[in-house]
């Protein structure tokens, strides 16, 4: 099973699957394995956690003692990741709450980009968002994730979701992928279509650039 750094490096790649067991919530024998040895009942950067530990490469890991607001983030009592300069990395939402346009109920995992807006979010319960339904299903879910100004780049559907006349397909592992300006980035299509003229067989995976124009296709 993956470990702490193999799940974070999944995440920033950009080219994750839709779901996955976050191996770092997994509880054997009472504890996840990276609290064996851990510290207890401390106070690290004015925070309280029930339990600590502080990673080679200066990554933070924690079990927070109480509910608290970090960088605005009302962060659950719960597990929480950060960079080794304190910068939060992952986090689980105490309260609904909204950011960069974004709404997010209560329970949903998240995990900030550099700039400290949503970047990559697992939603407890699926989430009409930007038009879209995207499907959530708890932190051993599926992922959406945002560009920086807020717009939707990548998630899933329970679905055929149309966009933009083309029809793509509701892929357990091939997420569908919008530009920065809500164009069609990539998908598979649930149907056969004709972008720009030219026709393409259901199953195709098509890649669009901000025009809409297809740059790479595959069956």
């Given at each position: 099973?993956?470990g702490?750094?193999?799940?974070?490096?999944?995440l920033?790649?950009g080219r994750?699957?839709?779901?996955?067991?976050?191996?770092?919530?997994?509880?054997?024998?009472?504890?996840?394995p990276?609290?064996?040895?851990?510290?207890?009942?401390?106070?690290?950067?004015?925070?309280?956690f029930?339990?600590?530990?502080?990673?080679?490469?200066?990554?933070?890991?924690?079990?927070?003692?109480?509910?608290?607001?970090?960088?605005?983030?009302?962060?659950?009592?719960?597990?929480?990741?950060?960079?080794?300069?304190?910068?939060?990395?992952?986090?689980?939402?105490?309260?609904?709450?909204?950011?960069?346009?974004?709404?997010?109920?209560?329970?949903?995992?998240?995990?900030?980009?550099?700039?400290?807006?949503?970047?990559?979010?697992m939603?407890?319960?699926?989430?009409?968002?930007?038009?879209y339904?995207?499907?959530g299903?708890?932190?051993?879910?599926f992922?959406?994730?945002?560009?920086?100004t807020?717009?939707?780049?990548?998630?899933?559907?329970?679905?055929?979701?149309?966009?933009?006349?083309?029809?793509?397909?509701?892929?357990?592992?091939?997420?569908?992928?919008?530009?920065?300006?809500?164009?069609?980035?990539?998908?598979t299509?649930?149907?056969?279509a004709?972008?720009?003229?030219?026709?393409?067989?259901?199953?195709?995976?098509?890649?669009?650039?901000e025009?809409?124009?297809?740059?790479?296709?595959q069956?």
């Open positions: 099973m993956p702490v750094a193999d799940s974070r490096r999944v920033r790649s994750f699957m839709g779901f996955f067991i976050a191996p770092l919530l997994v509880i054997t024998a009472g504890c996840a990276w609290q064996v040895g851990a510290e207890k009942d401390v106070v690290k950067n004015g925070i309280r029930e339990t600590f530990r502080e990673q080679k490469d200066g990554t933070k890991l924690g079990i927070l003692a109480e509910d608290t607001v970090i960088d605005g983030w009302p962060c659950k009592k719960d597990f929480i990741v950060f960079y080794p300069d304190w910068r939060l990395d992952e986090l689980q939402l105490s309260r609904d709450y909204e950011r960069n346009g974004i709404f997010m109920p209560e329970g949903t995992r998240v995990f900030p980009n550099a700039a400290g807006g949503p970047g990559t979010c939603f407890p319960r699926d989430m009409e968002i930007q038009g339904l995207v499907r299903t708890g932190i051993n879910g992922m959406t994730r945002f560009y920086r807020g717009r939707l780049m990548l998630f899933w559907s329970r679905e055929p979701v149309e966009v933009e006349g083309v029809v793509c397909t509701d892929s357990l592992f091939k997420g569908i992928y919008l530009h920065d300006n809500g164009r069609l980035r990539e998908c299509l649930d149907k056969p004709t972008i720009n003229e030219v026709g393409y067989s259901k199953g195709t995976r098509v890649q669009l650039d025009s809409g124009k297809v740059i790479a296709h069956q």
